[in-house]
């Protein structure tokens, strides 16, 4: 099994800056792809940030620019640094990485922009 864990989530002011970290333990040799999604209220789940298979940085349009992922392979963590935030990117920010066939989830961090 794998476990990931989120963290860093808050409220902050538009304009601020914020940055997740999640950290994955248990089975994770072999994980890859990992990233963040997020979903807000009344919303479908969407891709924020992700590393495809071969290293490289996926963002939703809606992000682009102005969030940034990492990873440091020792610490087996990934992070999200968001900056500029708005009121529309208040949702619950969740890690999220693929083994083999199976993907799992954090448990969600919420991060709330107030205007």
């Known amino acids: 099994q794998v476990q990931l864990v989120e963290s860093g989530g808050g409220l902050v002011q538009a304009g601020g800056s914020l940055r997740l970290s999640c950290a994955a333990s248990?089975?994770?040799?072999?994980?890859?792809?990992m990233g963040w999604y997020r979903q807000a209220p009344g919303k479908q789940r969407e891709l924020v940030a992700a590393?495809?298979?071969?290293?490289?940085?996926n963002y939703g349009d809606s992000v682009l620019g102005r969030f940034t992922i990492s990873r440091d392979n020792a610490k087996n963590t990934v992070y999200l640094q968001m900056n500029s935030l708005k009121p529309e990117d208040t949702a619950v920010y969740y890690c999220?990485?693929?083994?083999?066939?199976?993907?799992?989830w954090g448990q969600g961090t919420q991060v709330t922009v107030s205007s």
């Open positions: 248990g089975s994770i040799f072999g994980i890859n792809s």
């Open positions: 590393f495809t298979s071969g290293g490289r940085r």
């Open positions: 999220t990485g693929l083994k083999g066939s199976s993907r799992y």
